[in-house]
């Protein structure tokens, strides 16, 4: 499981292959993301919505839907997908340095 940032030489060159212990949510740090980006992350939370659930998948569509892409800058609206997406992915983490499908680093 790999957590990563980019780096101006590339995506994900900084990070750990190690699931986190502690997560930390400052959804108003979002507000320094550009369009493009509030919509990349609200695209990846979206692919777990697809994946793994309705209830995600409607947490994070019907606000857009409602009341427009103005809610990708309000903190509760991202505050909520954050924690619901973790909420569905943190157990899927369990055992998963035991498993036979750990990343490895090249």
């Keep these: 499981f790999k957590q990563g940032i980019n780096h101006p ?3 994900n060159l900084i990070g750990t292959y190690w699931p986190a212990t502690n ?3 400052d959804p108003t740090t979002f507000t320094s993301l ?3 980006h509030m919509l990349n992350g609200v695209a990846e939370a979206l692919k777990h919505g697809f994946c793994q659930s309705l209830e995600l998948t409607e947490l994070i569509c019907r606000p857009l839907i409602d009341y427009g892409t103005g809610k990708l ?3 509760q609206y991202l505050l909520d997908v954050c924690k619901a997406c973790i909420e569905i992915k ?3 983490l369990t055992h998963y340095d035991a498993s036979d499908y750990n990343e490895m680093c090249p």
């Design 9 to 11: 030489l590339g995506k």
């Design 23 to 25: 997560i930390l949510i």
């Design 34 to 36: 550009s369009p493009r």
């Design 73 to 75: 800058r309000d903190p």
């Design 90 to 92: 943190v157990p899927t």
